[in-house]
Each structure stands twice: as structure tokens, then as C-alpha cells.
């Protein structure tokens, strides 16, 4: 704890931690982290999980490799509707809630466990606290761009991961001046970095030493090798959107002769083999195509390091390929993560072909140095916003 900032009585607060999702899980060792090493005597962490992700690949692979506690209520959810699967979360979290009586919800991103997490703790009385918040596509077809919204409505300490993202929350009324104490009608929003830079940084040097092997098992040639993944609704579940992107990444592949690894997420098999099985069996026989099942975070991160360039729809993977200084294509029509496509680094291509092609190519036969600024903090986010979350339970 940091004698400078804290001069009241500090109370130990009890934090109930929200995860369901993959990326949520990562994020979550990052806050974790930075409780075990700063401030176990201050904060004491229950790790809720809804089971919204549930593979093993998807979930228990990131509390063994990252050193996350296991979580100490899985309300096993599991897939459904969306309607379905969030009101299932609010009921189990709910329970929690009742029972554990924690002092504020620690919420990442914008998964329906996020939005689950924020309408069970708000209606409670619970101060919720928003980490990702602000990051807006406008574009409100998207499920993830309600759950932020509303996410961040019912929020109390608002951390923005970026410029943008806190530019969006003033623009929604929300005021960098407000002053403590801080309530849902009275929130605090900050501008901080990303943890995922910290957990990147933090995890980039282990990867190499704990999965030396990896890449030479994938037969990859550090440099010459193109990294994909897919697993947005819009591409997985618009057979013609999902048709484009694999026939024109499978022909680039061929015709420049590289290979293409794509760790993919199960809505994705799922959506090939049920809907596209011819596709997919010529991927499957492609010599240049290696669809392989989700990846651990420390193989994502070699896999990221060492790649020629990145092809992706994940928001965490687009800043993933910034942090590791890789150009990026991204099959979408907009980001939330906007820095990075100002920055000429990542290109927008929507699932068009001919876009998906010049991009390809251009980054392919470029020569340019690219300029990868310092967008994301200091790699210290996740103490900083800890440290915030305790101040705001200081007592004078
Ligand atoms: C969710 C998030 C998305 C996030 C992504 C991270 C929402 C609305 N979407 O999307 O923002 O980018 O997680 O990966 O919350 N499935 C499995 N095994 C699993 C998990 C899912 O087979 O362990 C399959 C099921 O068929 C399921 C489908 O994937 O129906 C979609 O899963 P779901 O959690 O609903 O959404 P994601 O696409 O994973
Ligand atoms: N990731 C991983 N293994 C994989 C694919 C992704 O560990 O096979 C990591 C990736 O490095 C990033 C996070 O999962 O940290 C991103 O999750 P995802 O793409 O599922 O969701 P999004 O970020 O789009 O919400």
C-alpha cells in the first residue's frame, strides 16, 4: 500500500470478483496479481465465475496457467439465449451476493456476465466497479456494446483503459470533477492503461521460458507464420460473412505460400462444421491452414510475439497485436479500440474480400517501420485502480 496516498483509517474490504467469459478470466489474474503482491492484507477477493464459458480450453486452462484462485462459486451456466443466460447469472450472482455481503463487484469488459454482474449488484445496493469502461463501437447491434452501456450506468468508479474511452464517458455526462463520496448517482471516472498491457508484459518473458517447445511443435517459423482468430456473432453466425473470410484467407495463404495458425473458438468450429462442411474440409487438407482448438494465454502470447502479422475480430487481441508490435487486420466494420486504426497499425476490413486482400498484401510486402506508441499505461493499471478502489473505503 502506498503510505503517500492513503491517510485515514483503511478498512479490509472484501472485493467479489466477476468472471465468466475467456477474456474476463485473463483480466481477472492481472487484479489478482496485484492483490497477492500489494495489498493481501487490505483486500481479500472472492472469484465468482457464471460459467458462461465452460471448455477447458475456454476457462479452467487460464486459472491453472495464470495463477488464479479457483473461483469460489461457479454458477455453472453455461450457453443459452441471451435473455436466458443473463437472468440465470442475475439469479445466481444475486445469491452470492446475499450471502457474501462483499463491500463492491469488480466487473471487466462487456460480456453478459458483465452486464449479469452489474444489474444483480446495483439493484442490491452494491457499488459496482467498472473496469473497460467508456470503450463504445456505436454501434448498438452489437450485444456487447448494450452490455457496456448499461454496465456503465450502474457503475460507481468508472476506469477507462484509454483517451477515447474516457473521452466517451464525458461525452455521456459523466464528470471528472465529481468529488467523494462516490455513488452510483455520484460515480468516479478515471483514465487509467489497460491490464491486459500488464498481464501481457508480465507473461511475455514466462512464455518463453515455460513453452519453449510450442511453436516448433505447430511446425512455425518464428516471423513466418500468419496468427487468426474469429469468433464474433456477426462473422460466425452470418454463414456468408464466415464463407468470405476463411475462402480468402485460405487463398492468400496458398498463393503467398505461409502459414496461417488459427486457434479457433468453439461458436466457430461449431458454425463450420454444422454449416460450411465442404469449406471446412478443405481447410482441414490445406498444407497452408492450422486450425487448432483454443490456445493457453502464454501459447497465445508466443503465438503473438513471433507472428508475421495478425488477422482477428477479438478486441483483446487487436491491442494484443499492438503490444507485441505486429500489424493487424481487423474483420470488422468498427473498434471500440479506435487508437490503434488512427495509428495506421490496425485496418478495418469488415468481412470484404478485396479489403481483406490489399491489407494483406500491403502488410505482407511493406518495408515500412511501423510506430507502435505507448497507448496502454504503464504495465502498473492493476495497482493503480486497487489502490483507487481502497480510497474510496478510507475512513477520515
Ligand atoms: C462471449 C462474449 C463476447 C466475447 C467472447 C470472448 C457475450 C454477449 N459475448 O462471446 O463479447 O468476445 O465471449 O470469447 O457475452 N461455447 C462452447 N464452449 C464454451 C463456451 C462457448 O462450446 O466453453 C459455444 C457454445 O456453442 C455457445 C457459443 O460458443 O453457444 C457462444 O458462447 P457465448 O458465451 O454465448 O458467447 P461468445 O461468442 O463466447
Ligand atoms: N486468447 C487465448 N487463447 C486463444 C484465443 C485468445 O488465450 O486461443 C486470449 C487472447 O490472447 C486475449 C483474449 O483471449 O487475451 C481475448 O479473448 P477473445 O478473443 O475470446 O475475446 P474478446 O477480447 O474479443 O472479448
Redesign the pocket.
Known amino acids: 500500500m502506498d503510505p503517500d496516498k492513503i491517510s485515514g483509517i483503511m478498512p479490509h474490504i472484501k472485493l467479489l470478483n466477476i468472471v465468466g467469459?475467456?477474456?474476463q478470466i485473463?483480466k481477472a489474474s492481472a487484479i489478482s496479481r496485484a492483490i497477492r503482491r500489494y495489498f493481501s492484507k487490505d483486500i481479500s477477493e472472492i472469484i465468482v465465475h457464471t460459467g458462461q464459458h465452460y471448455d477447458k480450453e475456454m476457462s479452467e486452462i487460464?486459472f491453472d496457467e495464470l495463477e488464479i484462485h479457483k473461483p469460489h462459486y461457479n454458477l455453472g451456466v453455461g450457453s443459452a439465449g441471451h435473455g436466458r443466460q443473463t437472468s440465470m447469472m442475475i439469479t445466481g450472482i444475486e445469491e452470492v451476493l446475499l450471502k457474501e455481503k462483499p463491500d463492491c463487484v469488480l466487473l471487466y469488459?462487456d460480456?453478459n456476465s458483465t452486464l449479469a454482474g452489474a444489474l444483480a449488484a446495483s439493484k442490491l445496493h452494491y457499488p459496482v466497479i467498472h473496469i473497460e469502461a467508456g470503450l463504445r463501437s456505436f454501434n448498438k447491434s452489437m450485444p456487447e456494446e448494450l452490455n457496456r452501456i448499461m454496465s456503465d450506468q450502474a457503475s460507481t468508479l468508472l476506469f477507462a483503459p484509454t483517451n477515447a474511452a474516457f473521452k466517451n464517458l464525458m461525452s455521456e455526462g459523466f464528470k471528472p470533477e465529481n468529488s467523494p463520496p462516490f455513488t452510483i448517482d455520484n460515480p468516479k471516472i478515471y483514465l487509467t492503461g489497460d491490464i491486459?498491457y500488464d498481464n501481457s508484459m508480465f507473461f511475455a518473458g514466462l512464455a518463453e521460458k515455460k513453452k519453449a517447445e510450442f511453436l516448433s511443435k505447430l511446425s512455425l517459423d518464428r516471423g513466418n507464420y500468419v496468427l487468426a482468430?474469429i469468433?464474433?456473432d456477426t462473422n460466425t453466425d452470418d454463414i456468408s460473412r464466415l464463407r468470405e473470410i476463411f475462402v480468402t484467407l485460405k487463398s492468400l495463404a496458398e498463393e503467398r505460400n505461409i502459414k496461417l495458425v488459427m486457434?479457433l473458438?468453439p461458436r466457430t468450429i461449431i458454425s463450420l462444421k454444422t454449416r460450411l462442411k465442404e469449406l471446412y474440409a478443405q481447410l482441414l487438407k490445406s498444407p497452408c491452414i492450422n486450425i487448432i482448438l483454443?490456445?493457453?494465454?502464454l501459447?497465445?502470447?508466443l503465438l503473438?510475439k513471433n507472428c508475421k502479422m495478425i488477422i482477428t475480430d477479438?478486441?483483446?487481441?487487436q491491442k494484443?497485436s499492438h503490444f507485441f508490435k505486429k500489424p493487424c487486420i481487423v474483420l470488422r466494420k468498427e473498434t471500440e479500440w479506435i487508437e490503434l486504426v488512427n495509428n495506421g497499425t490496425a485496418k478495418l476490413v469488415d468481412a470484404d474480400p478485396m479489403r481483406i486482400r490489399n491489407e494483406f498484401i500491403n502488410f505482407m510486402n511493406s518495408s515500412d517501420i511501423l510506430e507502435y506508441p505507448g497507448f496502454y499505461g504503464d504495465g502498473k493499471t492493476a495497482e493503480f485502480i486497487l489502490k483507487e478502489i481502497l480510497l474510496m473505503f478510507e475512513k477520515e
Open positions: 467469459a475467456r477474456p485473463i487460464f469488459g460480456t491486459m482468430t469468433h464474433r486457434p473458438h483454443p490456445v493457453s494465454f501459447e497465445m502470447i503473438e477479438s478486441g483483446g487481441v494484443e
